[in-house]
């Protein structure tokens, strides 16, 4: 895949592994990046970035950031629909 970004390209190429077995579902296994002058390969797209600009361009989702108390939620959509 190429993604233009800031006058260059960004290009992305997933490494697929697949078992033996007729069923199997290929598995992303590496990830290759190449933008201007530098060529990273890491395990997972999150980590190629974080090496080929130096810096941490993600957050990852780490729980429920909501209450999980439904009748809130219910309270709210009964507003909304009626």
């Known amino acids: 895949m190429?993604?233009?970004l800031c006058g260059?390209?960004?290009y992305v190429e997933p490494i697929y592994m697949q078992s033996d077995k007729d069923v199997s579902i290929p598995e992303i296994k590496r990830v290759i990046l190449?933008?201007?002058e530098k060529l990273?390969?890491?395990e997972?797209?999150?980590q190629a970035l974080v090496e080929i600009f130096g810096?941490?361009?993600a957050t990852y989702y780490s729980g429920p950031r909501y209450s999980t108390n439904h009748s809130n939620i219910t309270?709210?959509?009964n507003i909304?629909?009626?």
């Open 55 to 57: 810096i941490r361009t």
């Open 34 to 36: 190449a933008y201007q």
């Open 8 to 10: 260059n390209f960004l």
């Open 40 to 42: 990273v390969m890491a």
């Open 80 to 82: 909304e629909y009626d």
């Open 44 to 46: 997972n797209l999150g």
């Open 75 to 77: 309270g709210h959509s």
């Open 2 to 4: 190429v993604f233009p």
